[in-house]
């Protein structure tokens, strides 16, 4: 009796010491899972599921997924998996001037919620749906030094 009490004393000090055990989280998962790239509407419709059930901080990181694999869709973007979402806003908005300060923004709020342990809400996805639904309608701009 006494060295099972000293196995489970053992056992808390050391988790006491080591923190709680972590679990691996689906936004720590790589954006690319074993199916390949998701495409825009996935993003989307993963998006929508996740704020039906409240989980904010899921859906604006699934909305700001959705709205820069939408711009690659439409070659606003080159695919490039491993961008930063710093790396896509500042390019998606040379492409869409008009969106620039928003996605820049959204961007922000993406490594806010996804690295920095800021919390989303109902507001900061209502924002990010309305940015996607205006880039998707943007018409962006070509540069005049890109070959046609």
Do not use: K, N
Request: charged share 35%; aromatic share 4%.
């Amino acid at each position: 009796m006494v060295i099972v009490l000293l196995v489970i004393a053992a056992l808390v000090v050391l988790r006491l010491r080591l923190g709680p055990l972590r679990t691996a989280r689906r936004a720590e998962l790589p954006l690319y899972g074993e199916q390949g790239p998701l495409s825009a509407a996935e993003h989307r419709a993963a998006a929508d599921a996740h704020a039906d059930r409240g989980h904010w901080d899921e859906a604006v990181r699934e909305r700001f997924r959705a709205i820069v694999r939408a711009l690659e869709e439409r070659a606003v973007l080159d695919v490039r998996p491993g961008r930063t979402a710093d790396e896509a806003a500042a390019e998606a908005g040379r492409a869409l001037p008009e969106a620039a300060a928003d996605l820049r923004a959204a961007a922000a709020t993406f490594d806010d919620v996804h690295y920095g342990g800021r919390t989303a809400d109902r507001e900061l996805d209502r924002d990010l749906r309305e940015l996607d639904t205006r880039c998707a309608a943007a018409r962006p701009r070509v540069d005049e030094r890109m070959p046609r």
